[in-house]
C-alpha cells in the first residue's frame, strides 16, 4: 500500500468517522427520550447506572485493543500470518478468561450488588437478572470487540463504522417498537445490548475474510507473545487510563471540596466541549493504522508528512468551530440544558473548557495518536502521568483557594498549556523538521486568519436591530454568514492547489487525483 493509498483511507475513514458520531449523537439523544418517558424513576435511574458503567470498561481493556490494531497494521506488511495468528488468538482468548471472571464475579455478588445500588424489594429480583446478563455482556464485548480493531488495523475504519452506524440504527427501531408494546427492562436491556454486541460479530466475519491466513484457536495462546504484547500494551493502557483521569478529575474534586451541586454547574459548562471533542477527534481516529504501517515499512519521510499534513488538518477543522463554539455559547449551552438563562459561572467554565479541548486538539490529539503507534509509548506514558498529576494537584490547590467551579477549570486547562506547548510541540516540531514558531505558522496560522470574518460577524450580529430579540435568528443568520465565508477563505487561502484539485475529484467527478493530504 503507497502513502498516497493510505491518505484515500484516511479522507474515508474520516468521513464515516464524523457520520458515525452524528447518528450516534441522534439515537443517544432519542433513545434518552423514548427510555425516560417509557421507565419509571428508578428504572431509569438503574437503566443509566448501569450503561454508565459500561462507559468505564476501558479500564479493564489493558491496552490490548491498540496492541492488536498495531500489530495488524504491522505484520500485515510483512505477511507474517503465522505470527499475526498468535498474536491475535493469545490477545482473544486472554480476553475470554476475562470475560469469564467478570461474569462469575458479578453473578456470585450480585445480591450484595443490588443491595448496595439500594434497589428496592419490588424490583430486586429483575434488576439482579438485568445485572447479570449486563456484566455477562460486558465480558464478551472484550474478546468481540478484538475485530473491530483488527479492522481498524487493516485501514477498514470506514467499514467498521458502517457496520455500528447501521446497528445504532436498527437498535433505536427496535427500542422504538419495544417502547410501544409496552417492554419491561429485561426485555429492553437484551435487546440494548444484542445490538452493541452484534456489530463485533459482523465485523469478526469482515475482519477474518480479509485475512484468510489467520487462524484463531486456544492451542495459538503463547505467554512469550502475552509478554512481548504486555510490554506495549501496558504503557497504552497507562496513558488510556491518565486521559480518564485528565476527563474526571474535576468532577471528583469538586464533589470532594464543593458539593454535588457544584458537580452539576461544572456538567452544565463542560457540554459545548465535549460536542467539540467528539467532531474534532473523528480525524485523530483514523491516524493510529496508518502510522503503524509506516513505521512498519520504514517509511520515515511519509511518517513525518502525516504527522505535519494530520496536525495541519486538525486546526483546519478544529479553529473554525471553537470560534463558533466560543462565540455562541451561550446559546448553545440554553440549546442543551433546556435553561432560559445561563449563570455566569457556567459560561465561564464552559469558555475555559473549550479552550481546554481547542488546545489539546492542536498539541495532543494527531501527535499522541501517531506517536503510540511508532514506538514512542513510554515517553507518552511518562508525560501522561506528569499531566495527570500536575491536573490534579493544580485543580485541588486553585478551588481550595478560591471556592469556585471556575478555578477547577483553569486548573486542567494550565498543565494541558504547559505540556501540549512546551513538551509536545517542540518534539513535533524538531521530528518534522521545522522550529517551533515555523509549525505554528504552517498549521495553525492559516485557518486563524480565515476565521477573523467570522470573529467580525459574531461581533457585529449581536448590534443588528434585526435581531433584538430573536437570538435564534441570530445565531442561524450569523452561523450561516460566518461558516459561508470562513469556508471561502480556507478554500482559496489555506488549501493547497492539490488538495482543492483532490476535493474536487472526490465530490465531483470520479476521483483522479492521488492525494488528499490527509484528511
Known sequence: MTYADIQRRIWS???????????????????????????????????????????????????????????????SVSKDWPQLSRVLSTILFFYLGVALLLAGAVT????????LFAVSPAHHDEFRVV??????????????????????????????????????LLRLGVILWAVTHGWGVMS??????????????????????????????????????????????????????????????????????????AIAVYQAGAKVAEVFAQFTKQLQDTLSPAAAHLHASGDHDSLRDLLLRGTRWSALISTPLYVFCAFEMETMLRLLTGEGAIARETLLVAQVLLFWFYTSTLTHSVSKRIYMMTGHERRLMRLGIGEAVANLALSITLVLAFRNVVAVAIGSLIPTLYFGWCKLWPWMARDIGRPPLALLRETVLAPALCSLPAVLIFTTAPHVAAFEGHPWLQTLCAGALAGFMTVFALWHA??????????????????????????
Open 13 to 75: 475513514n474520516a468521513l464515516s468517522n464524523y457520520l458515525r458520531t452524528l447518528v450516534g449523537i441522534v439515537v443517544g439523544l432519542l433513545t434518552f427520550r423514548l427510555l425516560y418517558q417509557h421507565f419509571n424513576k428508578e428504572s431509569f435511574g438503574f437503566w443509566s447506572l448501569l450503561w454508565s458503567v459500561f462507559g468505564y470498561g476501558i479500564l479493564l481493556d489493558f491496552g490490548f485493543g491498540f496492541a492488536a490494531q498495531k500489530r495488524v497494521a504491522e505484520l
Open 108 to 115: 456470585m455478588g450480585s445480591h450484595a450488588i443490588i443491595r
Open 131 to 168: 445485572l447479570i446478563v449486563f456484566f455477562a455482556a460486558i465480558g464478551m464485548a472484550f474478546p468481540l470487540g478484538i475485530f473491530p480493531e483488527i479492522l481498524r488495523g487493516q485501514q477498514r475504519i470506514s467499514l467498521a463504522n458502517n457496520i455500528t452506524t447501521i446497528a445504532m
Open 188 to 261: 429492553i436491556m437484551i435487546t440494548a445490548l444484542f445490538f452493541t454486541l452484534a456489530p463485533d460479530l459482523v465485523s469478526a466475519f469482515f475482519a477474518l475474510r480479509g485475512m484468510p491466513e489467520v487462524r484463531l484457536s486456544p492451542w495459538l495462546f503463547s505467554r512469550p507473545v502475552m509478554r512481548e504484547t504486555m510490554a506495549f500494551s501496558i504503557f497504552a493502557y497507562i496513558s488510556t487510563a491518565t486521559n480518564i483521569i485528565l476527563g474526571k478529575t474535576d468532577q471528583l474534586v469538586l464533589g470532594a471540596t464543593l458539593s454535588v451541586g
Open 494 to 519: 489555506a488549501l493547497t492547489t492539490e488538495e482543492r484539485q483532490a476535493i474536487r475529484a472526490r465530490f465531483f467527478k470520479k476521483a483522479t487525483h492521488p492525494v488528499l493530504a490527509t484528511a
